[in-house]
Structures are given as structure tokens and as C-alpha cells.
């Protein structure tokens, strides 16, 4: 039978191609692990790129925390709260801005080692960071 | 690459929460849901549930044609970045276990009792859409306008498109220490140019063009220190260009002191409007004044037709000793004062309707409670008051939904009776003739408002008018 290509075809080289460009760029750019830890204290670890921000690790994993980042990272929403170990959210490269520390002081369960989960990036020194969710993030009640 | 990842995920967390979910209870079935209103409240308890509940199948019955309630109708144009839970709510109302129904009501085209009759479990959400007022002389007058009136005509909403407001005034005066009255001044005295780029009604803007709008006042019945508007709008409002923000230097005398123990987001408000009193004793080069004023309570709006002014008494703190600076409450004085003034906003919070007299309150302004009768349950503004952001209504309707399955854990809902469901109210609605917009009509009427958009570089230009709506979205039941 002759072969004749279809749209399909060509639909899913192209998706191949994408997929191989993006095991490619995994390859090349260093991965490193991040913990959630959720209220009923429930541990999630995961994979994620340099210079992913938390929120980016979460949707990129397909992390089912409800609500988590509802306005997508554009500091309006403060649903991407998350807790840090003081050391850490002492080694982080930056301080909160004046607009993240606005959006903080709505979020719940706030703590002096608070930050906005979209507003921090994963780079080699914080690989292997381990996060906190405030219960009205998470299902710990379930 | 968000996108396209998200198929699988539901799939996955389907599959993980009903594990999850059978290994606790056993016996879950699946039941029957209907929530009313489409708003954060409506769409949070329903994604929960799903979560919580896979087997259940979840209508949701909403006022309007159109979904998604006061973050179409409320969040204010030029927040449009707030308005990105949008996309988590679409994604909810394409689960195929999640069916819309929009332009029904409760209490006007079925009861209480029909809903009871069809579902396992009722979540009302249905917000509060209703004004509080301040009972005093002239409120009729032209020219008061509740806020949530002229905020519903700057977003479209159908029924606050013929509101009789006179822009070609001075000053304006805006009784109320919220959010709400913020969006308002920041509306009013924003540059145009800076709002044509949002989804604000073209009508709307063509007026607000016109508008002369000079002064602002944002007057409270408390003092700085009880503001109930958050640092962030406030921020916002500083930074607006040509307009100077004024705050009498002398109510902070004393707050200093104070300062360190207050709790961490009320200290930077306080800090913050102490600043803007330095600020505001320059003398800058701006064209239009906010003024931010305390302790004073409209007695009296005087004017023949339209508003002229309003008489006001100041107010002092109680300064109670065992009540934290936050909470203290305020007495009159017999010291009054004249404003003069041309166009005056109410913006003095929201309360929820009674739509059916059956749905009980345990607060004057909404239910107060989250088990409203058996099998009968409320989440978002219906239940809490009109405070917060979205972010505390999402925790509010993420407890309701949980509530709920722990009364079906312990067997205190009857979810072991099918029941039918739409089918039942269906039926209703197909007696009265009722045109009915489902989840493929508000795409269809969502598709039409981003293409209008685009015609004038507009994420979308909303449509005003039911009709319209029901031509494109609508269909017979
Ligand atoms: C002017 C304004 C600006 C705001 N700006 C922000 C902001 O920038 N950021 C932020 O985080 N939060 C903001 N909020 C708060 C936010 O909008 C609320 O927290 C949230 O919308 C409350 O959700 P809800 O579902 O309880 O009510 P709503 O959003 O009001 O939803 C209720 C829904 O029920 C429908 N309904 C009413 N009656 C019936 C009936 N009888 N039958 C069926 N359906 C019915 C309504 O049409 C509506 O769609 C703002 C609020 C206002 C008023
Ligand atoms: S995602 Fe909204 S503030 Fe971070």
C-alpha cells in the first residue's frame, strides 16, 4: 500500500520534535529537587529546572495543590504562600519586595519565614529546598 | 507547555484523590450537587468537591447569562491580572462532571424546596448583591450613587448600564474606608488613556472621558488606624500621576507608641499613611487631590434635585482599654461640618438578598453560617459578609466543600437517594419557557466579547445587554 502522509502525521513529527527539543534542553540545564511538605504532613519531592520559580515547579509538575497560584504569578493573589526553614529564607539571593511583602500581609498563616512561592527561583544553591503549605492552600484536611 | 499538560494532570488527580478518598470512606456514591451562583465562592466548592467527591456530578445555576460573578462584575478593569483565576475557572467548568446553567435564579424561576426535591446537597453561593445603606436625609437625591452601582456600569453589568450620573462635577465625595471605595476614586481619577487598553465598557469610558472630576474625598465614620482597605489598593492609589494624596498630619500624633505591637499587615498600612501625611505637605503639581479623611459621619445630603453638599459629624474613639486599636469604636461628637459637594458614592459594604424565604439568616446582612439546613449548606460572600479577597473566599468555599464530606461521612446527609438531578428542574424551566445559557453558550458569547476587543485593542469589550446575550448563547430549554 502506498504510503500517503497525513495531517496526523505531520501533527504528531512535529510533537516528537518538540518532545526530543525538550529532553535536549533538560538535558543541558541542570535539575534539581524541591519538597513540598503539606499541613497533614504529607511530603511531595520533585524534579525541576534552573530558575524555575516554585510556582512554575508546581504547575510544571502537576502538583494538585487547589488554589495554588490562581493569579499565575502576577503578585495579586498571594494563594502561592508557601513557609520556609529560617536558614533558607535566610540564603535566599533576594528580600521580599515592598509589592510581595503587600501581598503577604493578606496571606494566611503568615510566619517571619514567609515568601510568595511565584517570587522565588530555583537555582543551585537552593537545590534540594524544603517548603511548608499553609493549610488553606492544601487539602490537608482530606 | 502549561497548557497542554494539563489533560494528564486531571486524569492523574482524578485518579489519586479517589484512592485517596476510598481508603477513608467506603461508602460514597455518587451524589447529586447543585450550587448557586457562579462566583470564586461557586467554582471553589466545586472544584474541592470534585476533588473530594470524583463520583459526583455538580450543577451550577447562575443570575446572569454569563459566569464567574464578581470577578467579571466587581475587580476593577485595570486589575486585570486578578482576574487570571478566570483560567482555573474555566478548566472547572469544562470538567465534564460540572454542568452551567446561567440566566436563572433562584427565588424567581425555582425555590428552595424545587432544589431540595433534585439534590443530595445545595451550596448557595449567590453573593451579596444588595446595597446597605445609610438611612439618612437625601440619599435619593440625583447624584448618590451606591459604589456597587457605578462599579457595576463601569464592568457591564446589564442591569447598572442606565445609572443617572453627572460627571461634569468638581467634587466628589466617597463615604466609605474599603477596597470598594478605592476602585472608585482610583476610576474616577485614573487618566483615561491608562484605562481604554482594559475590558471596561466603552460606554463607560467615552463618559468618563467627559468626566471633570477634580477632588476626590474618601471620608470614614473611624480613625487611620481602623481603614478596612488593604496596603496594596492603597500603594496603587499613591502612585497614580497628577494626583496628590492628603492626609491630615495630626491624627498620627500619637501613633507611634503604638506602632510596634500592632499586628504586621495593619503596622505598614499605618506606616504607609503616616508617610503620605509627610508627603502630602509639599506642595506638588498635581491637578487632581485625594484626600483620605477620618471620624466623620454623613448626618444629611442637601441639595433640591441633584446633591450640593452633606452635612457631617466628627466622630471620636471610644479608646476602650481592652479593646485592641483596630476594633475601638467610635462615638459622636456634637462638633459638625459642611462639605460642599456635587456627586456623592455609598460605599458602605454589600448584603446578601433573601431570595427565597425558606434560606434562614443568622446575621442581618447574610447567613452566618455554613450548615444552613440540612442538605443545605453556603460558602463566599452569602455566608461570610462582603469582606475579603478573593483568597479568603477561596478558604472559605475549600472548608465549606470539606464540611460537607465529613457530614456524608458521618451519615448525617442522605446521599444514599438518587435523585434526579437537573431533570427535575429542567422541567421547570421548560414549563416557563426559560432561555438558558450552558458552559458551550458562554463560550460562544466569550468568543464574541474577544473579538469585539480586539477591533479596539481590548482584552474584550463586554456585552451589556441580556438580550443580546440569550441571541448568542442562549437556547430554549
Ligand atoms: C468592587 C469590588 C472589587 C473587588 N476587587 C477585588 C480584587 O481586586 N481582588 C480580590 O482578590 N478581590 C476583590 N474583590 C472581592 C471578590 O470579588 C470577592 O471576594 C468574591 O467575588 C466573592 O465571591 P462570591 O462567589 O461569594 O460572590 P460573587 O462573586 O458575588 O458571586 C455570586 C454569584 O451569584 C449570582 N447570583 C446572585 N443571585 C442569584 C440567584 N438568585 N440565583 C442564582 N445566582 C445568583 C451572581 O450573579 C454572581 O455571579 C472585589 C469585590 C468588589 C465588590
Ligand atoms: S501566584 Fe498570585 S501572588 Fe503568587
Not at chain 2, 468626566?211 to 496596603?231: D, E, H
Not at chain 2, 427535575?424 to 424551566?429: E, G, P, V
Amino acid at each position: 500500500m502506498k504510503y500517503i502522509p497525513t495531517n496526523k502525521f505531520i501533527q504528531s513529527r512535529s510533537l516528537t520534535t518538540t518532545i526530543n527539543n525538550l529532553q535536549e534542553k533538560e538535558k543541558s540545564t541542570p535539575q534539581y529537587e524541591v519538597t513540598f511538605v503539606k499541613k497533614n504532613g504529607e511530603r511531595i519531592k520533585v524534579t525541576c529546572n534552573e530558575g524555575d520559580s516554585l510556582l512554575d515547579v508546581v504547575l510544571n509538575n502537576n502538583l494538585d495543590f487547589d488554589g495554588y497560584g490562581a493569579c499565575g504569578g502576577t503578585l495579586t493573589c498571594s494563594t502561592c504562600h508557601v513557609i520556609l526553614k529560617k536558614e533558607d529564607f535566610d540564603r535566599l539571593p533576594d528580600t521580599p519586595t515592598e509589592e510581595e511583602n503587600d501581598m503577604l500581609d493578606l496571606a494566611y498563616e503568615y510566619t517571619d519565614t514567609s515568601r510568595l512561592g511565584c517570587q522565588i527561583r530555583i537555582t543551585k544553591d537552593l537545590n534540594g529546598l524544603e517548603v511548608c503549605l499553609p493549610s488553606s492552600i492544601n487539602d490537608a484536611r482530606s | 507547555m502549561r497548557a497542554s499538560n494539563f489533560i494528564p494532570m486531571r486524569v492523574c488527580n482524578h485518579f489519586i484523590s479517589l484512592k485517596l478518598f476510598n481508603s477513608k470512606v467506603n461508602s460514597f456514591r455518587s451524589v447529586t450537587v447543585c450550587v448557586i451562583g457562579s462566583g470564586p465562592a461557586g467554582f471553589y466548592c466545586t472544584q474541592h468537591l470534585l476533588k473530594l467527591l470524583p463520583t459526583s456530578s455538580i450543577d451550577i445555576y447562575e443570575k446572569l447569562p454569563v459566569p464567574f460573578g464578581l470577578v467579571r462584575f466587581g475587580v476593577a478593569p485595570d486589575h486585570a491580572d486578578v482576574k487570571n483565576v478566570i483560567n482555573n475557572f474555566t478548566k472547572i467548568g469544562s470538567d465534564s462532571r460540572v454542568k452551567f446553567i446561567g440566566n436563572v435564579s433562584l427565588g424567581k424561576d425555582f425555590k428552595l424546596q424545587h432544589l431540595q426535591e433534585a439534590y443530595n446537597i445545595i451550596i448557595l453561593c449567590y453573593g451579596a448583591d444588595q446595597d446597605i445603606e445609610l438611612k439618612i436625609p437625601g440619599e435619593k437625591l440625583n447624584n448618590v450613587i451606591p459604589a456597587r452601582k457605578f462599579i457595576g456600569w463601569y464592568n457591564g453589568l446589564p442591569h447598572d448600564q442606565d445609572i443617572p450620573i453627572n460627571l461634569d462635577v468638581e467634587n466628589v465625595n466617597i463615604f466609605g474606608h474599603g477596597n470598594v471605595a478605592i476602585d472608585v476614586a482610583r476610576i474616577l481619577l485614573k487618566s483615561v488613556d491608562d484605562l481604554r487598553k482594559t475590558d471596561i465598557t466603552e460606554n463607560s469610558l467615552s463618559r468618563l472621558a467627559e468626566s471633570k472630576v477634580k477632588t476626590v474625598r474618601i471620608i470614614g465614620r473611624r480613625g487611620p488606624l481602623q481603614v478596612a482597605f488593604t496596603i496594596k489598593e492603597f500603594r496603587e492609589i499613591l502612585k497614580l500621576p497628577n494626583v496628590q494624596t492628603i492626609i491630615n498630619p495630626e491624627l498620627f500624633e500619637n501613633t507611634e507608641s503604638i506602632l510596634p505591637d500592632l499586628p504586621r499587615p495593619r503596622k505598614r498600612l499605618t506606616e504607609l499613611l503616616f508617610t503620605t501625611t509627610r508627603k502630602s505637605q509639599t506642595t506638588a503639581q498635581s491637578d487632581k487631590k485625594l484626600f483620605i479623611e477620618f471620624f466623620r459621619s454623613p448626618t444629611k445630603f442637601t441639595g433640591i434635585n441633584a446633591v450640593n453638599g452633606v452635612e457631617l459629624v466628627i466622630n471620636k474613639l471610644k479608646n476602650l482599654h481592652d479593646i485592641s486599636p483596630e476594633l475601638q469604636q467610635i462615638e459622636a461628637t456634637c462638633q459638625k461640618e459642611y462639605v460642599p459637594c456635587e456627586l456623592i458614592f455609598r460605599s458602605i459594604g454589600y448584603k446578601s438578598s433573601k431570595v427565597d424565604q425558606e434560606i434562614p439568616f443568622y446575621s442581618s446582612n447574610y447567613i452566618g453560617k455554613l450548615r444552613v439546613l440540612p442538605g443545605v449548606y453556603s460558602a463566599g460572600w452569602l455566608s461570610t459578609g462582603s469582606t475579603g479577597v478573593i483568597l479568603s473566599t477561596m478558604s472559605n468555599a475549600f472548608k465549606t466543600a470539606y464540611e460537607i464530606c465529613e457530614d456524608i461521612k458521618n451519615g448525617i446527609i442522605n446521599d444514599k437517594e438518587d435523585k434526579p438531578g437537573y431533570n427535575y428542574i429542567k422541567k421547570i424551566l421548560k414549563k416557563e419557557g426559560k432561555i438558558t445559557v450552558d458552559w458551550q453558550g458562554w463560550k460562544n458569547i466569550d468568543k464574541v466579547e474577544i473579538e469585539r476587543g480586539k477591533y479596539r485593542n481590548k482584552p474584550r469589550e463586554k456585552i451589556v445587554n441580556v438580550s443580546e446575550m440569550l441571541e448568542i448563547g442562549g437556547r430554549a430549554e
